[in-house]
């Protein structure tokens, strides 16, 4: 909605950003009281800097510059500031062109922006170029120039490597650039690999620093400061850590000082464990003594209630805005176990073996038992994150770091609500084309007593977009060890056909009945050596399958006699199935984690024989476990062969006409349902045609509307109930004679209890379909499929996927209930036009992506013929957007 040139100080625009190299600042626009600042961010321009922005020397602003600098209207000329620990760094204006041809306003603008010297280079000035383009598309403003000297080799390079295509002519020593402002595909892919690299360095400040103060370390064992002070000492974290407490003189026989600015050297990381009242007073100290960021295990801040919000808040905008990203609070901590760091900044007492799988978790206490479980079953962690209450740093801030990390090969996740689902589809999806994403999520029931923060999550929702993302979902902590253990040891599968393998017919069978209940393939029946093989025999059967051509993976169920410990038995599989090119599991004594004989050992510089390698064979309590993780890798494996599909708007898709519709209609503060005439309006938009119709209230008018649309009608009830569904089947059929119109009129008023009746133009006979626009509290709008009908409904055969649709994801959906095939020329009946069905689904997709005030839309019935759709009726209800959104410029959550 465009602003009107007297617009208030527009708020929205306010944002937390990440500089290039992870370092945070708010972003806000001008205001008059900002002109003190304004004049000291001058003063420290270089006099180089200075000249490249005004073309002169400009060595002081005039009282008449300034004022023009710092009081614009938020409309035709714009002002965004850059603010670090109290001082502006970065400023960028545009101030819209003259009047154009036909004398009204240009849709172009000049734009400009200068950098305090001591912070170029961090990309500064390809952030405001982003707010900026943003805030000119919203009011009206499609075109930017700029006038730039040709020896600012740094702004013109900014404006080439923005992705925006730019003209460029010279005009004697000055490059005139022009670009349209609205997004291009180029544009859009720079923006996301600079976020990408700027949330992956941030995240790298944590986990790599080269010095560590533990603020509020304590001389009492029983306080958090003690505790993470004798985890970092006790795991050897190769730099200095420094203990803060005011009262001692050391802590643990280290050197300790009164405040973080008494330390005499740098400090990369600190951990805060003062009581809550004092973090913010850290903050501050932190900030003057160049801190990257904060690992907060401190309690008391959003788990509290209201106020312990609002503290949580200040302190998170306290950190960004002087450059610092945040860790918790209510952390248990951050762990690096490369060699080179060694870093268990938690406050956990045991850690796993050095490894390849980078853990995030939200809860502390389950954090302490998910790293006791890994050191119990030999996963080896690469790095380890447990968020506590999240309140900055996030699992997608650590996704987009892991996605680049060339210690990590597999991600874990445990996750209890998401901050932007939207954006951890998007980073999931991408990440998980490069490594396995194993996650769990809890939460997803009510349950009395949780705090309002920890809504559950929907299960329709999580599913649709794991599934889109390519995520291996599981159930429980428990299976997430199980998938983790197989995917870090074991190749993929190259398909879905298993063999089995082992001493015992009863485990074998029970194998293999699991692998069928969940989709996968027998390459051949259970092979069973007896119970009194020997191990070469074992061996041997083992070394067979594996080289059988059918066999995509190979389950080994192994129960030892009585007469030995299966020692031997352990030492010849090894020889055949540690390293082999297809994954296995097995099932040997029943034991979970990497049994010592079925080892690859590391490097010797990587731990050696105590830290499980690449090849390293996992063992399963019990033959369901190991099948159930070979099922859910399978499936994976599955994603990752299937085509992503393509993000295109389809023809006569006209989003920008959309878009006025709503802006239009005002602001959504509550939920409206809209009128036919808006509804058909913002559908036609996006080039959907519903069955033209026409309201009765009378039997005249059922005859006059009939006669009005021409050709066959059919009539039906306003009022919708499963009852009137089944009973007026029978009359809504294509009706020409005035009579008949008449007739069916009175039947459908009498039986609904209310005269008004839809009379409709007759479409061509098909399958009917429901596609909505399913509201979810987390993830905004999921697009829902399937086909129409009370039997459908009571079984829940919906399809879900979350927006953007690829192409790919629309062809996916239409055949994803289980009813589908009936589309498709089941048992001989002619096929319908899935091609079309899919196009409508895109429509409905990048409607609800580009119109997030959509909040529910239902298309019940959709006919689908053999030729063609035909939507026969509509409803759409408006309100406020959901939670955050994953598009425009950068910027972190709130």
């Not at 978790?361 to 389950?366: D, V, Y």
């Amino acid at each position: 909605m465009r602003a009107a040139p007297d617009a208030p100080y527009p708020q929205h625009w306010e944002a937390d950003v990440v500089a290039a190299d992870g370092a945070t600042a708010h972003l806000r626009p001008i205001s008059p009281d900002d002109a003190d600042a304004v004049v000291a961010f001058h003063s420290r321009l270089s006099e180089r800097t200075r000249y490249y922005r005004y073309f002169s020397p400009y060595p002081t602003i005039p009282a008449r510059d300034l004022k023009r600098f710092v009081e614009v209207d938020h409309h035709d000329s714009v002002a965004l500031v850059l603010w670090l620990g109290g001082e502006i760094i970065a400023i960028g204006r545009y101030v819209r062109l003259g009047p154009n041809g036909d004398g009204g306003k240009s849709d172009s603008a000049e734009v400009a922006f200068v950098v305090r010297d001591d912070h170029q280079g961090r990309g500064l000035g390809s952030i405001l170029l982003e707010h900026l383009a943003a805030a000119a598309e919203e009011v009206g403003i499609t075109r930017f120039v700029a006038e730039v000297l040709t020896e600012n080799r740094g702004m013109i390079r900014t404006f080439r490597q923005a992705g925006y295509d730019v003209t460029r002519a010279m005009e004697g020593s000055t490059l005139h650039l022009e670009f349209d402002v609205a997004a291009t595909e180029r544009s859009t892919e720079v923006r996301l690999a600079r976020e990408q690299a700027a949330e992956a360095r941030s995240v790298a400040n944590v986990l790599h620093p080269r010095s560590v103060a533990v603020v509020g370390a304590s001389t009492d064992p029983g306080k958090l400061g003690h505790v993470v002070l004798a985890n970092l000492l006790r795991g050897g974290f190769t730099g200095p850590v420094y203990p803060v407490n005011p009262d001692h003189r050391s802590v643990r026989g280290v050197r300790a000082y009164p405040t973080v600015l008494d330390i005499p050297d740098d400090v990369d990381l600190a951990v805060v464990a003062v009581p809550a009242p004092e973090v913010s007073d850290v903050v501050d100290g932190s900030l003057a003594k160049g801190v990257k960021a904060l690992v907060v295990v401190t309690s008391g801040f959003g788990e509290t209630g209201d106020e312990g919000v609002a503290a949580q808040r200040e302190l998170v905008t306290l950190a960004r805005s002087r450059g610092m990203r945040v860790v918790g609070p209510s952390a248990l901590g951050v762990v690096n176990l490369d060699p080179g760091y060694r870093l268990n900044a938690t406050l956990a007492p045991q850690l796993p073996p050095a490894g390849r799988v980078g853990f995030f978790c939200q809860s502390g206490a389950l954090g302490i038992q998910i790293l006791a479980t890994a050191a119990q079953r030999r996963l080896g962690l690469s790095t380890f994150v447990s968020a506590g209450n999240r309140a900055d740093l996030s699992g997608n801030d650590l996704m987009q770091y892991w996605d680049t990390d060339p210690a990590t090969d597999v991600v874990l996740l445990y996750l209890e609500s998401f901050g932007n689902p939207r954006k951890f589809a998007r980073v999931a999806r991408r990440l998980a084309r490069r490594k396995p994403v194993v996650a769990v999520a809890s939460g997803r029931h009510a349950t009395p007593g949780l705090a309002a923060s920890t809504s559950p999550l929907e299960e329709a929702s999580v599913a649709a977009v794991f599934d889109q993302s390519g995520v291996i979902r599981v159930s429980s902590v428990d299976e997430l060890f199980d998938v983790a253990l197989l995917v870090a040891n074991q190749p993929l599968p190259a398909g879905p056909r298993i063999g089995v393998v082992g001493n015992s017919s009863a485990l074998g069978v029970l194998a293999a009945d699991v692998a069928l209940a969940h989709g996968m393939h027998l390459a051949f029946p259970p092979i069973d050596v007896g119970a009194m093989a020997e191990p070469a025999e074992l061996a041997d059967a083992a070394a067979r399958a594996l080289e059988d051509d059918g066999c995509d993976a190979l389950v080994i169920v192994f129960s030892p006699p009585v007469s030995t410990e299966g020692n031997e038995h352990a030492d010849a599989l090894a020889e055949v199935v540690t390293g082999a090119d297809k994954p296995v599991a097995t099932t040997f004594l029943a034991s979970a984690g990497v049994p010592e004989h079925l080892v690859v050992p590391s490097p010797p510089e990587a731990g050696g024989a105590d830290v499980p390698a690449r090849g390293s064979v996992p063992s399963y309590p019990s033959p369901e476990r190991a099948v159930l993780a070979l099922a859910r890798v399978v499936r994976y494996t599955q994603w990752l062969e299937r085509p992503v599909g393509d993000f295109v708007v389809p023809p006569g898709c006209d989003l920008t006409a959309a878009r006025a519709l709503v802006d239009g209609w005002g602001p959504q503060e509550t939920a409206t349902v809209l009128s036919d005439e808006q509804t058909d309006a913002l559908l036609r938009a996006v080039g959907i045609r519903v069955a033209p119709f026409r309201r009765a209230r009378s039997a005249q008018e059922a005859v006059d509307a009939a006669a009005e649309l021409g050709g066959p009608v059919v009539l039906k009830t306003v009022v919708r109930t499963w009852r009137h569904r089944s009973d007026l089947a029978g009359v809504r059929l294509g009706l020409t004679d005035p009579d008949a119109v008449t007739s069916a009129y009175q039947q459908l008023a009498q039986l609904s209890g209310s005269p008004e009746v839809d009379v409709q133009a007759q479409v061509p006979p098909g399958l009917p379909v429901v596609v909505e626009l399913r509201d979810d509290p987390s993830f905004g709008s999921l697009v829902s499929f399937g086909l129409a009908g009370v039997v459908t409904e009571l079984l829940g055969d919906r399809a879900y996927c979350a927006t953007p649709l690829s192409t790919m994801d629309a062809h996916t959906l239409v055949r994803a209930p289980r009813a589908a095939p009936l589309l498709d020329g089941y048992r001989g009946s002619r096929p319908m036009d899935l091609a079309a069905l899919e196009d409508l689904l895109l429509r409905v997709g990048q409607l609800a992506d580009h119109v997030p005030e959509l909040r529910s839309l239902a298309l019940d019935p959709i006919l689908v013929a053999e030729q063609g759709v035909y939507p026969t009726s509509m409803r759409a209800v408006l309100g406020p957007p959901p939670g955050p959104r994953d598009a425009g410029p950068r910027r972190l959550g709130a």
